[in-house]
């Protein structure tokens, strides 16, 4: 497979590159969809939030309901200011349609149960978000769905853990919180040759970094909450693939669980993409800048970057990453006088420029002890077969300037 990221140009000059290709998309989408309002010449899609529409005749109402035509009918089943999103969102992801849902989890969790029945089995990482985490170790056997975690960094286990019964392989990658990069097309092709459908989360990547869908993967999920919002004040999630695929998740998780996107949310995400391009390329300078220096302090046992050579991940990303992201971890190790967990609580507490919270794509720089918080609902055994240590701090890099974010951290760890 040929090099996404050629390694003998500039970074900066990847990143300049990458964000002119995708800043047109970002401001104006679809240009049919992000017309001017007709009505009223508003050159942002107007928020419409009507619950119902009303129907000029008996026959249009008809039409409408037997899908003769594409008039709205009930706001949980369409929207113009959702819609127009949607446009947008697939068109940044390579894709033919896109549905918008409530929140990232509702899109994970919406997915996976349309298209698995009770009896299917799935195969997801070891190292994800905790909370889809949770929903495949406790959530979905209820439904009678079973998962086989394995180590998605080699698709061998993946391959090592199919059963008669396995519908979907899952793919998150990076991972969250400790960025192991799995191999998309390796996987893609053994799905494939099972017949097996596959899902990517791309949140932590974004569709600035990575396109899931042209290296073969069914669906990609996105919790919007995070970068393609990109400014800490909405709750959304996203669907992205096929027409089919798509309309069955749609009809499964927005129609029939209720899980729909509101329209001021709509347009809130709306409008944080239209910095996205400009955003994901400044964050994604600084997070490579901030590894860097991370990775070369001395009290920093580890820095998780795909950026970094030493990463393990680090050709892989190449091949399949147009960047390498706005996410980083590192680790701290326990000292005589603190524990690992000690020394990572002790960070948070010291920092001032960045943000201890939880989330991350935020223009803010966010940073989160994920043992103690984000994937404390993991076993501890989990965890550590995840590789997610007591003294791993994740770092969500934002658009402040990278020395300063850089000057904090290493004051913080320094002061113990």
């Known amino acids: 497979m040929r090099r996404v990221i050629d390694t003998s140009l500039p970074y900066a000059s990847i990143l300049a590159a990458r964000a002119d290709a995708l800043a047109t998309l970002a401001v104006h989408g679809s ?27 008996a026959e249009a109402a008809s039409d409408a309901f037997q899908g003769k035509s594409d008039a709205y009918i009930y706001g ?19 894709a033919t349609a896109a549905c918008a849902t409530a929140s990232g989890m509702a899109a994970v969790s919406g997915t996976v149960l349309a298209l698995c029945d009770g ?15 949770r929903l495949f170790r406790e959530r979905l056997p209820r439904f009678g769905i079973t998962t086989t975690f394995v180590d998605a960094t080699d698709v061998r286990s993946y391959e090592a853990a199919l059963q008669p019964s396995t519908k979907l392989l899952y793919i998150e990658t990076p991972a969250n919180p400790n960025l192991a990069v799995s191999d ?40 919007m909450t995070k970068a393609i919002g990109g400014h800490g004040d909405v709750i959304a999630g996203c669907v992205c693939g096929g027409d089919e695929l798509v309309a069955k ?7 029939g669980a209720g899980g729909v996107l509101s329209p001021l949310a709509a347009y ?45 991940g680090h050709a892989i990303a190449n091949r399949q990453m147009h960047a390498y ?34 989330s991350l794509g935020d223009v803010r720089t966010l940073i989160v002890h994920p043992a103690s918080t984000t994937h404390s609902t993991m076993p501890k055994e989990a965890r550590e077969a995840a590789n997610i240590t007591d003294g791993l701090l994740r770092v969500s890099v934002g658009i402040e300037s990278a020395r300063a974010l850089y000057d904090d951290l290493a004051r913080a760890i320094d002061a113990g």
């Not at 998740?249 to 129609?255: E, G, L, Q």
Request: overall charge positive; proline content about 6%.
């Open 76 to 94: 949980r089943w369409g929207n113009p200011t959702v819609d127009a999103l949607e446009a947008k969102l697939a068109a940044l992801e390579g």
């Open 249 to 255: 998740v749609r009809d499964f998780v927005v129609k």
């Open 31 to 57: 240009e049919s969809r992000e017309a001017p309002d007709a009505a009223t010449g508003a050159l942002d899609p107007p928020i419409v939030m009507s619950s119902a529409f009303g129907f000029a005749s």
């Open 184 to 223: 998309v097309a390796a996987i893609v092709a053994l799905a494939k040759s099972r017949d097996i459908l596959t899902v990517a989360d791309n949140t932590f990547a974004t569709p600035f970094a990575q396109t899931p869908l042209a290296l073969g993967v069914d669906l990609v999920v996105h919790s």
């Open 325 to 358: 992201g706005a996410i980083l971890s590192l680790e701290l190790e326990g000292t005589a006088k603190e524990s690992a967990l000690e020394a990572g609580r002790r960070v948070l507490g010291s920092v001032r420029l960045m943000t201890h919270a939880v």
């Open 119 to 133: 009896g299917s089995h799935v195969i997801a990482p070891r190292s994800m978000y905790g909370e889809s985490a």
């Open 268 to 312: 809130l995400v709306a409008r944080g993409l239209r910095t996205f391009a400009l955003r994901q390329e400044k964050a994604c300078a600084n997070a490579a800048s901030l590894a860097r220096s991370l990775s070369a302090h001395p009290r920093v046992a580890k820095a998780h970057h795909p950026s970094l050579p030493s990463h393990p």
